[in-house]
DNA sequence: ACAAAACATTGAACTAGTTCAATAAATGAA
DNA sequence: TTCATTTATTGAACTAGTTCAATGTTTTGT
């Protein structure tokens, strides 16, 4: 059940059998259905998960009613709201399942306790925090660099996989376009291919 | 000269005094004119910085010769191009003063020493990753969900001083959009009050 | 197997933001 | 002080993206 588990954190660390073992011991999994949610805004955030199963989105909702998809995770990401877990405040932010999924969950204080007596868990999750820094920081840089179509189409190369699982509504939340747009999109680079 | 540092520091974790002054002094003060840069697009990024006066602009310039900010590092905040620094790959980005600067350096090699040898400061890092990667996470949104207008009237509240510090020109390329449709904006909300 | 709900496409009218060119004001270097 | 450069403002024409409403298609729940 924590074979991907370990393959991610060993992707990342080295770590031996018994420490890697103690500490995915500290998970406990969850099985999420289809639509419902893992978070909701308003809710203080006490998990950090990981996906063994499934597709979840996160997403806020803004003043005006609209949804934006802040990443999509599949089986092997990460999913929490950062800002909520670590400091203990109401979440802005929806986490809901868009398939059947299963998700591996740690709380706060057993990853305070990982921190404490596994020093390179505090590593692992700097190393990955890092990583998607680099991701978001080049998500602002296309974001304000690159037309709908450019990002669409570098959407599809980067998750080929993802863009099959979703609706083109779900894309569009990502991409910070209506989806009446995306499709306009679509028609166009049907019609050059 | 590193008292800013200390401070900031002392604001993420807590540290005796005598490592705190180990880790300090493996930082090495660096003088950067005006319009001179600090790392340019295709270098590889050395160092990581604190600046401790002045202040600079991180920034890229996409395919189309528009310059687009990242941020902008004025004293206490930490400068650095990560994913070239981590990866040790070429940079993207170009680090500028715009205004007479200082800014304290530490190596890879120095920060690997102090990670290894001082294991609060994996914990400072990690910590204030998170920060910025919560911070991201909220230009993400507001990037998508806000109107420019509203974007600037949030960049005036949230940073008033560096308002004063930049040019319109420095702020619309923070806000992703051209110089004159901010003038435009300043017009509007000049006329409304 | 059926009805209801969610999804995708399209067109027409609209709006936020761009582009280009002109002009004025502020800043900087010698 | 002066000349050159950068900065800010403005208007007019344009384009990328939105909004709304209509229509057909697919998926879902029972």
């Known amino acids: 059940m924590t074979e991907l588990l370990t393959r991610n954190i060993l992707n990342h660390i080295t770590l031996s059998n018994k420490k890697l073992e103690n500490f995915c011991n500290l998970f406990n999994n969850k099985e999420v259905l289809k639509k419902h949610f893992l978070l909701r805004e308003g809710e203080i955030c006490k998990f950090e998960g990981f996906v063994t199963k499934g597709l979840f989105r996160v997403y806020h909702i803004d003043s005006n009613g609209f949804e934006q998809v802040l990443y999509f995770a599949q089986e092997s990401w990460w999913i929490t709201d950062i800002d909520s877990f670590t400091n203990e405040k109401p979440s802005q932010l929806y986490i809901q399942a868009l398939e059947d999924s299963e998700v591996l969950l740690i709380s706060k204080k057993d990853k305070e306790f990982a921190y404490n007596n596994i020093p390179k868990i505090e590593k692992l999750f700097r190393v990955m925090t890092q990583k998607t820094h680099i991701a ?16 669409y189409i570098d959407f599809i190369e980067k998750y080929p996989n993802l863009f099959q699982r979703l609706t083109n509504v779900q894309i569009a939340a990502y991409l910070g ?8 999109i679509r028609r166009k680079i ?3 291919k």
């Open 136 to 151: 978001l920081q080049r998500r602002i840089i296309d974001n304000l660099s690159k037309t709908a179509d450019q990002r």
């Open 177 to 184: 376009i209506s989806h009446e747009f995306l499709s306009k």
């Open 190 to 192: 049907a019609s050059k």
